[in-house]
């Protein structure tokens, strides 16, 4: 069992950056590949960014690639996404979640585990 907790959303201009970080307890954190998706009003979820389980590969969203950097520090149980030059498109609630088979999956059902959401609103 793994308790995600998201923090670090809030309301930014565009061009902006925003730091999501992500904790997690529980056992294990290692073994989890870690994932964070979005949601939109009105919008089904969409996949963002994954890490693997040592850190050692990322994949990202062409919607956010080279603006977007998803890390892990396994000694602290958290997972971030650094967020860069941000648009009106990137407002959504962002998730973190925990996926335990091996890979780095892009598909929200493949992962077990889920936090509970922060909002991301870009605005002038």
């Known amino acids: 069992q793994v308790q995600l907790v998201e923090s670090g959303g809030g309301l930014v201009l565009p061009g902006d950056s925003l730091r999501l970080s992500c904790a997690a307890s529980?056992?294990?954190?290692?073994?989890?590949?870690m994932g964070w998706f979005r949601q939109a009003p009105g919008k089904e979820r969409e996949f963002v960014a994954v890490?693997?389980?040592?850190?050692?590969?990322?994949s990202y969203a062409d919607y956010v690639k080279g603006r977007f950097t998803i890390s892990r520090d396994n000694a602290k149980n958290t997972v971030a996404l650094q967020m860069n030059s941000l648009k009106p498109e990137d407002t959504a609630v962002y998730y973190c979640?925990?996926?335990?088979?091996?890979?780095?999956?892009?598909?929200?059902?493949?992962?077990?585990?889920w936090g509970q959401g922060t909002q991301v609103t870009v605005s002038s």
């Open positions: 890490v693997s389980r040592n850190g050692g590969y990322t």
């Open positions: 979640a925990a996926d335990r088979t091996i890979g780095t999956s892009r598909v929200a059902g493949q992962y077990d585990y």
């Open positions: 529980g056992r294990d954190f290692s073994n989890y590949a």
